[in-house]
């Protein structure tokens, strides 16, 4: 049975985003996607906003410095990508990144 790591999410961007350009010219561009979703809690409607961290090299990086701001909409096909590293009290923390592989600007 093969597996599949795919996601796809759509929303704000909370910040402008974080551009890394790398020798070579390479570019890596770092987004805070927000994405709401309503739910009831205790008998009332409310919206409850997720972060997610997006990362985009390349092409799609280039398109991230020059179309996207704080507030753009976005629509991001990836997969995810789990790290972990050490923080300063020694102890081990988990992240889970979205590694877009497609991306479209503004709503469709």
Known sequence: MNSVNKVQIAGNLGRDPEI???QGGN???RLAVATN???F???EKKTVTSWHNVTVWGKLAEKA???LKKGSFVSIDGKLRNNNYTDKEGKK???VDIVG???SIGRE
């Open 27 to 29: 570019k890596l561009a």
């Open 20 to 22: 890394r350009e790398f």
């Open 101 to 103: 592989t497609e991306m």
């Open 37 to 39: 979703e309503e739910v």
């Open 41 to 43: 809690l205790n008998g």
């Open 93 to 95: 923390q988990y992240v």
């Open 65 to 67: 410095e020059s179309d």
